[in-house]
């Protein structure tokens, strides 16, 4: 990179002042059982990363947001300038560098901006990355597979585990997708498990009375005992109505408005 001198580091941290931090969505400062470490690229500078930026803060905080080399420079300069972190000229030449290059904006999607949208669900259009169940790979897949093409055709696919393994392997060779080669099991593992040929999830809105039962857990805003009273409603007779499903489960306005998104009666 460009020689970093105490001047541009002053000037960042001088810029600072009228420069307006990206937004970094609150549900997911905790980070929700991702593991930043395991998802930031393997490359020299990493272990400064880890090891100085969360002395403070998690990694999480750090790496929410993708940024340019020079935003780098400038939220550093601000740790340095206001924060008090204390990092050699080294340290933070080492870091920019790092970041510029494996957390710049991508390529491969804003994370945080998808992150958010995970947790928010949205006013009316399918969120297809709450259908894919939380766990550390999910991240993986949002960070990794939304680049080029939505999360639908992957959250309604029904493949094995070989062919996930094959899908997966055809979009790095054949488009060159930037998944690291560490990933690629831990990410066809979570695909065979939860889009697998058991997949229940293959078109939203899906029929209220003749989805598999194991999709309901599937829609993060129903609670265990929604799903419980919904069975067993079901198991009796069919729903003749979602107005129904709202009276018999006593929904809020809420989720109801989100339950007409993705379920319907036929
Ligand atoms: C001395 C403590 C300290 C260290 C070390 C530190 N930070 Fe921070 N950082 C903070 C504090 C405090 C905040 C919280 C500001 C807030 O949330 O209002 C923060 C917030 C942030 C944010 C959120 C954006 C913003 O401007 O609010 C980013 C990004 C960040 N730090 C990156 C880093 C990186 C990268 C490193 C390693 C080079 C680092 N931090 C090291 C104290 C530190
Ligand atoms: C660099 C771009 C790129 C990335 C990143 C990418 N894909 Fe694709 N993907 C494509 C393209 C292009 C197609 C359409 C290929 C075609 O139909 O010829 C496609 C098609 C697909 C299909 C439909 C075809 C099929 O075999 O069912 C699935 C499923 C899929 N991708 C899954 C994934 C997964 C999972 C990831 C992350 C691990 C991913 N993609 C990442 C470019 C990409």
Partial sequence: MRRLTWKRLLLAVGVI??????AVPAGYL?????NWGQVLPAGDG??????????????????LTRRTEDEWL??????????????????????VSYLGEHWSPPQTGDLASQLQALDEGDGGEVDWAMLLPKDDA?????????????????VRSRKSQDAWYTTVTWMIDEFSAPIPERDIDPIVDYL????????????VPMDLNLVPSHAFPRLGFLTERDIDRLLSQRSQRKFQSMEELRQELNLDEETIRLSRIYLQVR
């Fill in 46 to 63: 990493k272990g400064y990363v880890e090891t100085l930026c969360t002395t403070c803060h998690s990694l999480g905080k750090a790496l």
């Fill in 74 to 95: 400038a939220v550093i300069g601000k740790m340095v300038g206001e924060m008090g972190a204390q990092l050699s000229e080294w340290e933070i030449e080492k870091i």
């Fill in 192 to 203: 065979s498990l939860h889009a697998g040929e058991n997949n229940p999830i293959t078109e």
């Fill in 30 to 34: 905790a980070g929700q059982g991702i």
């Fill in 17 to 22: 002042f009228l420069w307006n931090p990206l």
């Fill in 138 to 154: 999910k991240a993986f897949v949002v960070l990794y597979c939304t680049s080029c093409h939505g999360l639908e055709i992957i």
